[in-house]
């Protein structure tokens, strides 16, 4: 079974622009949670979406937000992006609850 | 608010050589999760943890789980080489949300 895929691998992007990641689940799998990993750091939780509904959100702001489609993708959408939003963006799938596995991330550097 | 702190920080340890990371966390939960993550890389699932007193092994890597003190351990025993990487403990937050609250990381680095 293929796992946790993530797109693009790597993105720039320049302050002020809008940014879009993409997150395929594993198959079976219908709850998506995405995490930020800024460098040097542990991933910090942003969304978890379970049956396209929100189920959680993190310390994180409104230029922040997702969304998960009918087949269980999902997407995740910066707006406005500060420096500080540079980071390894982490998509995990899971059952509803239990153990998440995590994809191959996608690299966001803002310049 | 649910805190997780790892120790150490980062580890050098010489080949052959034992060593424990440890993870404590500031309130209840029933699982925890250890990982490892290589540079540059995803995270990759070593161990879930999920009641008091529970231990994994998997080849030169043990963890354990005490939910009274809060505390869970990763020995490494005989280290070799590839197990250089940054190793992270996360607890469950709890509640309706699949919310992992992540520690530090610990960074390994095995010399020859």
């Known amino acids: 079974d293929a796992g946790v895929t993530q797109s693009p691998t790597h993105l720039i992007k320049t302050r002020g622009q809008h940014v879009t990641l993409r997150c395929s689940p594993i198959s079976g799998h219908k709850s998506v949670s995405w995490y930020q990993q800024v460098l040097g750091q542990g991933p910090q939780f942003i969304f978890q979406?379970?049956?396209?509904?929100?189920?959680g959100r993190g310390n994180f702001p409104d230029r922040f937000s997702a969304r998960q489609f009918p087949n269980y993708s999902s997407e995740l959408n910066v707006n406005a992006l500060l420096l500080g939003d540079s980071a390894l963006y982490l998509c995990?799938?899971?059952?509803?609850?239990?153990?998440?596995?995590f994809g191959p991330g996608t690299r966001l550097t803002v310049l | 608010e649910l805190k997780v702190e790892q120790n150490p920080l980062f580890l050098s340890m010489q080949e052959g050589k034992n060593y424990t990371i440890y993870c404590n966390y500031s309130?209840?939960?029933?699982?925890l999760y250890w990982y490892r993550q290589d540079p540059g890389k995803s995270l990759e699932s070593l161990f879930v943890?999920?009641?008091?007193?529970a231990v994994k092994q998997e080849g030169r890597l043990m963890a354990s789980l005490d939910t009274k003190a809060r505390l869970s351990t990763l020995h490494i025993t005989a280290a070799v080489h590839d197990l250089s990487a940054t190793y992270f403990c996360a607890v469950d937050y709890g509640g309706a949300t699949n919310k992992l609250i992540f520690g530090t990381g610990t960074l390994l680095a095995v010399q020859p």
């Open positions: 309130t209840t939960s029933d699982r």
């Open positions: 979406y379970y049956e396209k509904e929100e189920r």
């Open positions: 943890l999920l009641s008091n007193g």
């Open positions: 995990a799938s899971s059952l509803l609850r239990g153990q998440q596995f």
